[in-house]
């Protein structure tokens, strides 16, 4: 109501920025869901498969940058500022890095000297059409597991 | 009216200035915000290290392929979690629309996009409690996990415990986050914030709000896509 003129040609250039920041956004969740869709026809282990995977996640990254530094301002905010909060969050690079490894050497680990757990993920369940009845059928093998 | 205050960066440990050139409630929610990113964190990373611990998983688009009204047994794999998907982001976008307008001291344009940004919010939060119910209807919950994996081999009961867990706790923090955008209202509907001569609270519960946005582009991403 009562802005300067110059303060209204800032807000102006606000409002611009929310508005592209928003289809940005947007391009970014359909073209996800697209490679989503693309993904569903193609077989499991594939490298095309995981690299889409990737590529989803390269473009989820994307949408956490515009999102934290355009609507969440931190762009915008002094350096010292970013630096305190984009710095601790590195240690995510490291357990990412670490954990998944552990899971993944550990998956290897069990498949070469359980027999048990390799077998476990061989046997196939019928399909059923009833989910209660299924329920049971895959829980059993479960309890065994555990029980060992 | 503003709070920012120039600052000269020559002398920035000199003293009498703000360090950080915000409010001290919105440092301590980008703080906040930080310590909950870790859990979030923790979270997926751990239902990461289980999944890649695992042989088999479920097939997300077989899962999570119905949608509210539809005819039993359609497949409609990503369609309704991307309708979710898309009520989050525009809520967030009307909340940066209350927040811009709080700049300016416009209560109107403050209150008519908070209502918009709550809307937004029980429009995600419905969706969400109708998934859930949908998937208890059919067997799965905390320890109960009707799906098979890719293979139709068995599956492990992790994938349900860690999707209702993982999704349930995000799902807490939109109703907290609804919570608190209904407050930010009536406090501007009953002029608090004209009375005060700054519209700063409107700013830290839009931080919250976004987090909640952010962190649901992660679950989406590592539960229905990947």
Redesign the interface.
């Known amino acids: 109501m009562e802005h300067t003129a110059a303060h209204e040609e800032h807000s102006d250039g606000a409002i611009k920025e929310i508005v592209k920041v928003t289809i940005i956004l947007s391009v970014l969740t359909v073209i996800e869901l697209i490679l989503g869709f693309w993904m569903m026809g193609m077989p499991l282990e594939s490298w095309l498969r995981l690299a889409v995977k990737g590529t989803i996640i390269i473009l989820m990254m994307a949408k956490a940058f515009y999102i934290v530094g355009y609507f969440m301002h931190l762009k915008h905010e002094i350096k010292n500022l970013i630096m305190t909060i984009v710095v601790p969050l590195c240690l995510f690079i490291w357990f990412i890095i670490a954990f998944l490894y552990d899971g993944n050497s550990f998956r290897n680990l069990r498949n070469t000297y359980d027999p048990h757990f390799k077998e476990q993920s061989t046997i196939k369940v019928e399909k059923k059409e009833e989910g209660k009845e299924s329920t049971h059928e895959v829980k059993k093998p479960e309890e065994k597991k555990a029980a060992e | 009216m503003s709070t920012t205050t120039t600052?000269t960066p020559t002398k920035?440990w000199s003293g009498g200035k703000s360090?950080?050139?915000?409010e001290y409630g919105k440092?301590m929610m980008?703080y906040f915000l930080?310590s909950d990113?870790f859990t979030f964190?923790?979270f997926l990373?751990?239902y990461?290290?289980?999944?890649?611990?695992?042989?088999?998983w479920p097939n997300p688009?077989e899962v999570f392929k119905s949608f509210p009204f539809a005819p039993e047994g359609v497949n409609a794999?990503?369609v309704f979690v991307?309708i979710m998907?898309?009520i989050l982001?525009i809520s967030?976008?009307t909340?940066?629309?209350a927040v811009?307008a709080g700049?300016?001291?416009?209560k109107k344009k403050v209150a008519k996009n908070l209502i918009w940004t709550i809307i937004g919010g029980i429009a995600f939060l419905s969706c969400q409690a109708w998934e859930w119910n949908h998937l208890h209807?059919?067997?799965a919950w905390w320890g109960?996990?009707?799906f098979?994996?890719?293979?139709?081999?068995?599956?492990?009961?992790n994938f349900t415990n860690y999707f209702f867990t993982i999704t349930g706790f995000h799902g807490f923090h939109v109703f907290s986050g609804v919570i608190i955008n209904i407050i930010m209202l009536i406090m501007t509907l009953m002029d608090k914030f004209e009375q005060r001569g700054h519209y700063l609270m409107i700013e830290k519960a839009?931080?919250y709000w976004?987090?909640v946005?952010?962190v649901w582009?992660?679950v989406f991403?590592c539960f229905?896509?990947?």
């Not at chain 2, 360090?19 to 915000?22: E, I, L, M």
């Not at chain 2, 098979?148 to 009961?157: K, M, V």
Request: glycine content about 8%.
């Open positions: 600052v920035l360090p950080f050139n915000v440092l980008w930080m990113a964190g923790a990373i751990s990461g290290t289980i999944r890649f611990s695992t042989n088999g688009n794999p990503l991307s998907t898309f982001i967030s976008v909340m940066v629309l811009h700049h300016n001291m416009d209807n059919e067997g109960h996990n009707p098979l994996n890719h293979d139709g081999t068995a599956s492990s009961t839009g931080l976004h987090f946005d952010l582009v992660f991403t229905y896509l990947i």
